[in-house]
């Protein structure tokens, strides 16, 4: 259930503040205090320190931002969190409340919220995205096309079926949470519309499933686990809520809703609570009996409102007034109907939150994006590519979204883009810009044109850049932005749609839901060159520089794999694998040598651990370690000298689930 579509947005920096404190005594005095303070609050409560590491000692350094944040969510433990990171420092990403995260691991955290409530991270990284079970240990989940059952405690996945077509909706879990309920729908169908989307019920270790219905969605449960309560649409006809019989398949109707969107049902089955807009009024929720008789609202308000969910024991109903936050608010029901005025529970969520649950002791879990990712260089021995030194940000104006850094020819700027934490998906909002190394300055180009998602590249003479263009009436389309002249022309104006993902001689390489095609840049004639089979995971195709070969790093099925074909077409040879819980970067996790006799990539022992980075012969051979530890690292790419390598650190609306616990007045 998600309350609004946008995304949690970061801190913005004030003009008249340093991008950055760069020292224990600049960080006291942005804290109005000694630095005996500063370093107090760092050990017992959390303040974002970083540091640079050097030989004999170590600096440190603060982002204004997180310290602001921060300080807004004090944190209540009083024992840190360790953070081994290897021999490097904690490097600058901009962390959301000042928690660390570490891949996709659980690191618990508690940050005091008003009236003794806690709210504590519980998951955190790509595949923390599902529904939490009643006992509040597991998450039910996609990862790498599989729907699985995740102990959030140790991490430990348990497969329960192919995710291909799985929604995850509203309930999943019976109240016992034995059992989860899931719908598997055609690609063309929708959630508001008719469509074939089986519902299907199994036990929660994945035995036992089999289809209830054969278009419905599963919205709640009764009491006693043996009817589902659905959400049906027929032709013609407006959405209604009915109460399928699991064992009978028999159908209850109840009252139909033309603009209901969202139902909980009591703990003891008795009741429904639902959101809907009436008459083209305010979306309020109203309460009614399970049988569908006895229609109340509860709290007429002209603000948005969403039900969240019962209390435990039934007393409560709590639900979401939407405005410029999300506030919780709670309403005593009895008999079905609410008494007295509701209260405000002084929980105050970002907009773009989505609820994922309620445990048995009454806490609240929801979801929500954090950006984190920034631009580093590290220099490289051009002769054994080894990294001879710590990565270090590239300084540039604005933190927490920055990605997919791409050297010139000339190994002295670099193009990068910016992508707005608060936007995400096809219609995010990216900017394309170029930082000098020679000016130390940053330069915001193609401000006429939209950037779409994708990959960005430098010509060869380095007098223009390849990016794929949004500002058109149909899909993306690659385009030239030529410097100096901000002329924007597009690559291939009558052909078939091409999304650009790497570049090298007069090639562009890109793929869609078929396989890895390649385009030449001069006459446009395209060629598929790998075709997918079932789940190929994520695959991005990186071209060497003579465009002979492409090399891409794909997971799937516990399995990650480095793989790379000639750009002609044929077999594609694999150069290095792994099995779970080892895992590769996919995300522009592997890169050219200069030469093109080697491709680095970026792998890591578990979730829990930083990704290494290698390198392996184009040729074949044995993976050697690189000599940089980074969590988070992506974007890989080597500057054409060989002696500097550029990457991000950190990650563009990564998914986190938070647990809100003791939010309840007078518990």
Same mark, same amino acid.
């Given at each position: 259930?998600?309350?609004?579509?946008?995304?949690?947005?970061?801190?913005?920096?004030?003009?008249?503040?340093?991008?950055?404190?760069?020292?224990?005594?600049?960080?006291?005095?942005?804290?109005?205090?000694?630095?005996?303070?500063?370093?107090?609050?760092?050990?017992?409560?959390?303040?974002?320190?970083?540091?640079?590491?050097?030989?004999?000692?170590?600096?440190? &350094?603060?982002?204004?931002?997180?310290?602001?944040?921060?300080?807004?969510?004090?944190?209540?433990?009083?024992?840190?969190?360790?953070?081994?990171?290897?021999?490097? @420092?904690? /490097?600058?990403?901009?962390?959301?409340?000042?928690?660390?995260?570490?891949?996709?691991?659980?690191?618990?955290?508690?940050?005091?919220?008003?009236?003794?409530?806690?709210?504590?991270?519980?998951?955190?990284?790509?595949?923390?995205?599902?529904?939490?079970?009643?006992?509040?240990?597991?998450?039910?989940?996609?990862?790498?096309?599989?729907?699985? $059952?995740?102990?959030?405690?140790?991490?430990?996945?348990?497969?329960?079926?192919?995710?291909?077509?799985?929604?995850?909706?509203?309930?999943?879990?019976?109240?016992?949470?034995?059992?989860?309920?899931?719908?598997?729908?055609?690609?063309?169908?929708?959630?508001?519309?008719?469509?074939?989307?089986?519902?299907?019920?199994?036990?929660?270790?994945?035995?036992?499933?089999?289809?209830?219905?054969? =278009?419905?969605?599963?919205?709640?449960?009764?009491?006693?686990?043996?009817?589902?309560?659905?959400?049906?649409?027929?032709?013609?006809?407006?959405?209604?809520?009915?109460?399928?019989?699991?064992?009978?398949?028999?159908?209850?109707?109840?009252?139909?809703?033309?603009?209901?969107? $969202?139902?909980?049902?009591?703990?003891?089955?008795?009741?429904?609570?639902?959101?809907?807009?009436?008459? =083209?009024?305010?979306?309020?929720? &109203?309460?009614?009996?399970?049988?569908?008789?006895?229609?109340?609202?509860?709290?007429?308000?002209?603000?948005?409102?969403?039900?969240?969910?019962?209390?435990?024991?039934?007393?409560?109903?709590? /639900?979401?007034?939407?405005?410029?936050?999300?506030?919780?608010?709670?309403?005593?029901?009895?008999?079905?109907?609410?008494?007295?005025?509701?209260?405000?529970?002084?929980?105050?969520?970002?907009?773009?939150?989505?609820?994922?649950?309620? =445990?048995?002791?009454?806490?609240?879990?929801?979801?929500?994006?954090?950006?984190?990712?920034?631009?580093?260089?590290?220099?490289?021995?051009?002769?054994?590519?080894?990294?001879?030194?710590?990565?270090?940000?590239?300084?540039?104006?604005?933190?927490?979204?920055?990605? $997919?850094?791409?050297?010139?020819?000339?190994?002295?700027?670099?193009?990068?883009?910016?992508?707005? @934490?608060?936007?995400?998906?096809?219609?995010?909002?990216?900017?394309?810009?170029?930082?000098?190394?020679?000016?130390?300055?940053?330069?915001?180009?193609?401000?006429?044109?939209?950037?779409?998602?994708?990959?960005?590249?430098?010509?060869?003479?380095?007098?223009?850049?390849?990016?794929?263009?949004?500002?058109?009436?149909?899909?993306?389309?690659?385009?030239?932005?030529?410097?100096?002249?901000?002329?924007?022309?597009?690559?291939?104006?009558?052909?078939?749609?091409?999304?650009?993902?790497?570049?090298?001689?007069?090639?562009?390489?890109?793929?869609?839901?078929?396989?890895?095609?390649? *385009?030449?840049?001069?006459?446009?004639?395209?060629?598929?060159?790998?075709? /997918?089979?079932?789940?190929?995971?994520?695959?991005?195709?990186?071209?060497?520089?003579?465009?002979?070969?492409?090399?891409?790093?794909?997971?799937?099925?516990?399995?990650?794999?480095?793989?790379?074909?000639?750009?002609?077409?044929?077999?594609?040879?694999?150069?290095?694998?792994?099995?779970?819980?080892?895992?590769?970067?996919?995300?522009?996790?592997?890169?050219?040598?200069?030469?093109?006799?080697?491709?680095?990539?970026?792998?890591?022992?578990?979730?829990?651990?930083?990704?290494?980075?290698? *390198?392996?012969?184009?040729?074949?051979?044995?993976?050697?370690?690189?000599?940089?530890?980074?969590?988070?690292?992506?974007?890989?790419?080597?500057?054409?000298?060989?002696?500097?390598?550029?990457?991000?650190?950190?990650?563009?609306?990564?998914?986190?689930?938070?647990?809100?616990?003791?939010?309840?007045?007078?518990?």
């Amino acid at each position: 259930m998600s309350l609004q579509k946008a995304n949690r947005n970061t801190p913005q920096q004030d003009q008249g503040t340093p991008a950055r404190l760069e020292s224990w005594k600049e960080i006291a005095a942005y804290l109005q205090r000694d630095a005996k303070t500063a370093r107090k609050w760092e050990k017992e409560e959390g303040l974002p320190i970083h540091r640079h590491t050097h030989k004999s000692r170590s600096s440190v &350094y603060a982002y204004p931002s997180e310290i602001d944040t921060w300080r807004t969510t004090r944190k209540v433990v009083a024992e840190p969190v360790a953070r081994p990171l290897w021999k490097i @420092p904690a /490097f600058a990403v901009t962390m959301l409340l000042s928690l660390v995260m570490v891949g996709n691991g659980v690191r618990p955290q508690s940050a005091e919220a008003q009236q003794g409530q806690t709210r504590t991270l519980v998951c955190s990284g790509a595949d923390c995205d599902g529904w939490i079970s009643p006992d509040g240990k597991s998450l039910l989940a996609v990862v790498n096309g599989d729907l699985v $059952l995740r102990e959030m405690a140790t991490n430990k996945i348990r497969r329960l079926a192919d995710a291909a077509g799985v929604t995850l909706c509203c309930a999943p879990f019976s109240p016992d949470g034995s059992r989860v309920a899931y719908s598997r729908y055609a690609a063309a169908a929708t959630l508001d519309k008719p469509g074939a989307a089986e519902l299907i019920v199994s036990s929660a270790d994945g035995t036992k499933a089999r289809m209830v219905h054969g =278009d419905a969605i599963a919205r709640g449960w009764s009491a006693d686990g043996k009817r589902l309560l659905i959400g049906q649409s027929e032709a013609g006809q407006p959405p209604y809520l009915a109460w399928l019989d699991i064992g009978t398949g028999a159908i209850q109707k109840l009252a139909t809703f033309a603009n209901w969107y $969202l139902a909980k049902v009591s703990p003891d089955g008795r009741y429904i609570a639902w959101g809907a807009t009436k008459d =083209d009024k305010s979306e309020n929720v &109203y309460i009614m009996a399970s049988d569908g008789s006895g229609e109340t609202v509860v709290s007429p308000s002209a603000s948005e409102q969403v039900p969240v969910e019962w209390t435990v024991d039934g007393k409560y109903l709590v /639900f979401a007034q939407v405005g410029t936050t999300v506030d919780l608010w709670m309403a005593r029901i009895t008999g079905g109907k609410p008494q007295g005025s509701a209260t405000n529970t002084h929980v105050t969520l970002q907009k773009g939150v989505s609820l994922r649950g309620v =445990d048995r002791s009454g806490a609240i879990y929801y979801r929500t994006l954090s950006s984190t990712s920034d631009i580093y260089t590290a220099t490289m021995h051009p002769a054994t590519g080894k990294v001879t030194s710590a990565p270090v940000p590239v300084r540039v104006n604005r933190t927490g979204g920055n990605v $997919l850094p791409r050297w010139a020819p000339d190994s002295r700027r670099l193009a990068y883009y910016w992508a707005d @934490p608060r936007t995400s998906g096809p219609s995010s909002l990216r900017e394309l810009f170029v930082y000098s190394f020679d000016s130390g300055k940053e330069e915001r180009i193609a401000t006429q044109a939209k950037l779409a998602t994708g990959g960005i590249c430098w010509s060869r003479d380095g007098k223009s850049i390849l990016f794929n263009n949004a500002d058109t009436s149909r899909q993306p389309q690659p385009a030239r932005y030529t410097l100096g002249t901000n002329q924007i022309t597009p690559l291939f104006p009558s052909a078939t749609p091409f999304l650009i993902r790497s570049c090298a001689s007069e090639l562009t390489a890109g793929f869609d839901e078929t396989g890895i095609k390649v *385009r030449s840049v001069s006459n446009g004639s395209e060629k598929q060159i790998h075709q /997918f089979g079932p789940n190929p995971g994520v695959v991005l195709p990186v071209l060497s520089h003579d465009g002979r070969s492409v090399a891409f790093v794909s997971a799937s099925a516990g399995a990650s794999m480095l793989r790379m074909i000639s750009s002609d077409g044929g077999a594609v040879r694999d150069l290095a694998s792994a099995n779970a819980p080892t895992e590769f970067q996919t995300l522009w996790g592997a890169a050219w040598s200069p030469d093109d006799r080697f491709i680095y990539f970026a792998r890591r022992p578990d979730g829990k651990s930083p990704y290494e980075l290698v *390198r392996v012969p184009a040729a074949g051979g044995t993976p050697e370690s690189m000599g940089l530890k980074v969590e988070d690292l992506r974007d890989l790419d080597i500057a054409p000298d060989g002696k500097h390598i550029a990457f991000s650190i950190g990650d563009v609306n990564r998914p986190e689930i938070w647990a809100i616990q003791k939010f309840l007045p007078g518990k």
